[in-house]
């Protein structure tokens, strides 16, 4: 098992910089990829960025240019530092941990509010 938990979400104006950081426990040797989704109202959850053990990157088409994750192998964490925030990534952000045996991990989330 592995347990994931969020932090950093928030009120921001448009334009502004936010930072998320996630903290895995548990079972952390079998983590592999590390992810953040992300969910609005009414919309399908989507992926915003995920790094790789080795540290290769993914960015969501949306958000290319202005987030940036990282991870933290030996402290078991991974961030998020969103840039150039605009309303439309007004969503609930999940942190999520792929094993080696394929096995997905989500953490409980944390709200992001971007106003105009």
């Known amino acids: 098992q592995v347990q994931l938990v969020e932090s950093g979400g928030g009120l921001v104006q448009a334009g502004g910089s936010l930072r998320l950081s996630c903290t895995a426990s548990?079972?952390?040797?079998?983590?592999?990829?590390m992810g953040w989704y992300r969910q609005a109202p009414g919309k399908q959850r989507e992926l915003a960025a995920d790094?790789?053990?080795?540290?290769?990157?993914n960015y969501g088409d949306s958000v290319k240019g202005r987030f940036t994750i990282s991870r933290d192998n030996a402290k078991s964490t991974m961030d998020l530092q969103m840039n150039s925030l605009k309303p439309e990534d007004t969503a609930v952000y999940y942190c999520?941990?792929?094993?080696?045996?394929?096995?997905?991990?989500w953490g409980q989330g944390t709200q992001v509010t971007v106003s105009s």
């Open positions: 790094i790789t053990v080795g540290g290769n990157t």
């Open positions: 999520q941990v792929a094993t080696g045996r394929g096995l997905l991990y």
């Open positions: 548990g079972f952390i040797r079998s983590i592999n990829a």
